[in-house]
């Protein structure tokens, strides 16, 4: 089905249509139209017109309303103030519009077919280290921003970026050279949680890292190990492959905590681009895009520059031969615009290193692998903080273990829901509790603006009142419960009926969706999506509180109210589903 046209669109071409009847010369002038208080919506173009035409504002839009033909979808234009126009949609309007939507499996909103490719590198862990709060957010925010493409029609590809390369795989590979059963398990064969395989690298990385420190001769002999590694030697690369392994069990087991899809194929770390650095380097040396400074292959900008006043340099290769990070991060570049034919990269990283992705970024322009056509962005994302407003941290100053964080808010969430629970039984309440809790840390990191640091309050998330994903999942839980107990009425929409002021709003924020979810898409801004599901909510929630549904005056009446509830539940679930959390039917 085509996409359906929000009343706001529809608005606009009637005022279009007005505007060029009535002032030829402006037929291409904007209304400017935007939701308003004072009525349904507000259009005020007609000042900058005015001043455009040297003309009286209030005299120009009486002329322009004077040319709208009486019609089925605009009940009143009024001219206010200066020269606004301050306009009402007929009631009949707004729910056939809404019946449009309805009709649609995609509650209308636009599908592109001719959009582009976007790679999204999110969720970022270490081999052989434990994901901490700190790798949270780029996880949540990433992995919405892949089902928002997705669903307006741009094809995703999802790279997990993972630390799996640099000198401390000599330290670690040594020791298990030298401790061959350390990473063995108790029964050979027996499935491995991921909780056992971090603990398992967990005690390897101390052990090996105690020795590295105590022990020259070890630490000489673990250098040498990282060379080996980096030339491609057979038994340290297949070393070097079992710590990959473990940690990917590991972090398959926190991703799926988290109620998200981590694909094998999908996880291409800093080793992905091994045989690409020297081309990289070449590359960018015969272009003239880095030059060599005291031995290391480096990239300058005229507005960056250190502590000193000297330029800072990207240095894409060290003095010694060896690679940074700006070697791998370019050679992904090329690699997703050659090869997986990008037209968008979005990196969703954290805000402390916009400095250098801003060089590298700019690396890429210069030697032509960004363009026109492709752009790269970085996602940035600020801080989670504890209720003092620091940055989170364990009572004994250790960072915050990521399992230990979520198992805590699914204890929380599930005492909510036993407090709450009407005939559920203890696995339903277990069931629940873990979408509730998972779905509350996922909501409070994606209803504040990525860009901005926020409180870690579990309190606050699993609270039924106030902005929290737990008041959405109630009010869709409401409304399954009403649907379930209407019986034989079925919800049908009903233009001829006249709406209750709380059912025009309602239905007006339901037509915004579409609209709605355009804009989060092309700005990458999931909380302006969690801020419409709760305004939505909250709209409901009105609508409740002054409108029976059951035992409204008329059967028409019951039937076009159980429309606005179903089509309500039906634009939360979706809403909710592109954010990652679930809504169940029952709470």
């Known amino acids: 089905m085509a996409s359906v046209p929000s009343l706001a669109s529809t608005v606009q071409q009637r005022l279009a249509d007005g505007l060029s009847a009535a002032l030829p010369e402006a037929a291409s002038a904007d209304p400017l139209l935007r939701r308003s208080d004072r009525a349904d919506f507000q259009a005020n173009g007609i000042l900058a017109l005015a001043k455009q035409l040297k003309g009286n504002p209030r005299e120009l839009a009486t002329k322009v309303v004077d040319a709208i033909p009486a019609n089925d979808v605009l009940k009143e234009i009024e001219v206010s103030g200066p020269g ?39 969720a970022q862990p270490n081999v052989a280290k434990e994901m901490h709060v700190g790798h949270l957010r780029s996880a949540v925010i990433g992995a919405a921003m892949v089902e928002i493409l997705e669903f307006t029609g741009e094809t995703v590809v999802r790279r997990h970026h993972i630390g799996d390369w640099g000198t401390q795989f000599g330290m670690l590979i040594q020791y298990l050279i030298e401790h061959p059963h350390e990473l063995d398990h108790k029964v050979e064969g027996d499935d491995v949680s991921g909780e056992e395989a971090m603990s398992n690298l967990n005690r390897l990385y101390k052990a090996s890292r105690t020795l590295f420190d105590s022990d020259e001769e070890f630490k000489t002999r673990a250098r040498a190990r990282v060379v080996d590694l980096q030339a491609g030697e057979p038994e ?54 880095a030059v060599r400074s005291e031995g290391a292959l480096c990239v300058f900008f005229d507005d960056v520059k250190g502590p000193d006043g000297n330029p800072t340099p990207l240095i894409v290769q060290k003095s010694d031969g060896g690679f940074g ?15 997986l034919k990008a037209t968008s990269l979005v990196y969703v990283v954290d805000a402390r290193q916009s400095l250098h992705f801003k060089m590298v970024f700019e690396t890429a322009r210069r030697a032509g692998w960004l363009n026109d056509d492709v752009k790269a962005v970085q996602l940035a994302f600020g801080t989670v903080l504890g209720k003092d407003g620091k940055p989170f941290k364990t009572r004994e100053g250790e960072t915050v273990r990521l399992v230990d964080l979520l198992d805590e808010a699914i204890d929380r969430a599930s005492a909510v829901v036993r407090e709450k629970a009407q005939d559920l039984t203890e696995q339903e309440i277990a069931e629940r509790g873990t979408q509730v809790g998972i779905g509350a840390v996922k909501y409070a990191d994606l209803s504040t ?70 804009e989060t898409a092309a700005e990458y801004a999931p909380h302006k999506l969690a801020a419409y599901l709760y305004q939505l909510a909250s709209h409901y929630t009105t609508f409740y509180s002054e409108c029976p549904v059951l035992k409204a005056d008329t059967p028409e009446q019951v039937e076009n109210r159980l429309f606005l509830c179903e089509l309500t539940a039906r634009t939360l679930h979706q809403g909710m589903a592109l954010l990652g959390i679930r809504t169940p039917e029952r709470l």
Request: net charge negative.
């Open 84 to 122: 606004f126009l301050n306009i009402t949609v007929t009631d009949a309007a707004i729910i056939d519009t809404l019946a449009a939507r309805a009709a649609d499996a995609r509650l209308g909103v636009p599908f592109n077919e001719s959009a582009g490719t976007t790679v999204i590198d999110y």
């Open 236 to 289: 340290t690369l297949a070393m070097w492959q079992r710590f990959v392994d473990e940690s990917k069990i590991y972090f398959y087991s926190v991703f799926e905590k988290l109620d998200m899809d981590i694909n094998d194929p999908d996880i291409v770390g800093e080793s992905g681009y091994n045989d690409m650095l020297h081309e990289t380097c070449r590359l960018l040396e015969e272009s003239g895009v």
């Open 325 to 339: 990070y700006a070697a791998t991060d370019l050679s992904a570049i090329r690699d997703r615009v050659t090869n």
């Open 449 to 518: 603006s990525a860009a901005r640091d926020y409180k870690f309050d579990l309190d606050q998330m699993v609270s039924l009142n106030g902005d929290t994903s737990v008041y959405l999942q109630y009010a869709y839980a409401r409304i399954q419960s009403i649907l379930r107990k209407a019986g034989d009425a079925k919800p049908a929409a009903h233009p001829e009926l006249a709406l209750a002021p709380s059912e025009r709003a309602l239905g007006l924020h339901l037509d915004a969706f579409g609209e709605l979810i355009a």
